[in-house]
């Protein structure tokens, strides 16, 4: 399976996929990687590890439909199967939503529906958590829709909040398991182990 990810920053997420992919735990192909962001480190990550990187960016195209056509001619040229979005801080077109409708993956940094939407990304999300007296909290990978952070669920795992915790040693503890669940979410949509089912996803492995 052929997967393009969208990244805006550090690119950590990304790295754990291509790990995986090199490590044969991916069962998938991180075939192109996009980022809104051209010094984003996530671009630099893509060109070490061969991979075909872009900077491609909505504010650079004075028509929109120029922007579409350049985000699918990316799709196009690299057969492209599954998007995933791994840090990136822009929302994807309507048109590439429904063109690529339960085919686009999420990793977020807390257990939706809680602590998402606009907004909610990086530090603010885990200040929210701890702002809230929360006693967990966790990471979700999502299936993306035409909102932000509104799809159906894939995966969750829990992280527990500690006492002494500050928004940047939640952050770190949560994008640990962030690296975890993205790879598995790949690799179950890779071996299509996941219907969609009422609205919910349904594993189809166990
Ligand atoms: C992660 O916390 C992710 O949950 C959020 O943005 C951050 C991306 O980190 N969407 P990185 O660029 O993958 O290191």
Redesign the pocket.
Known sequence: MKLCVF?S??????QALIDAQYSQKLCAEVAAVVSNNESAY?LERARCAGISAYHIASQNFERREDFLTSLCRVFDEHNIELIVL??YLKKLPPEIVQKFANRILN???SLLPSFGGKGM??LAVHRAVLNAGCKVSG?TVHIVDERYDTGIIVLQKCVAVLDDDTPETL?ARV?TV?HELLPRAVRMFAHDEITICNGRSVYTCL
Do not use: M, T
Request: aromatic content about 0%; proline content about 5%.
């Open positions: 990244a920053g550090s690119g950590s997420n990304l996530a791994a840090g990793v977020h940094p990304h990086g990471a952050a994008l962030e």
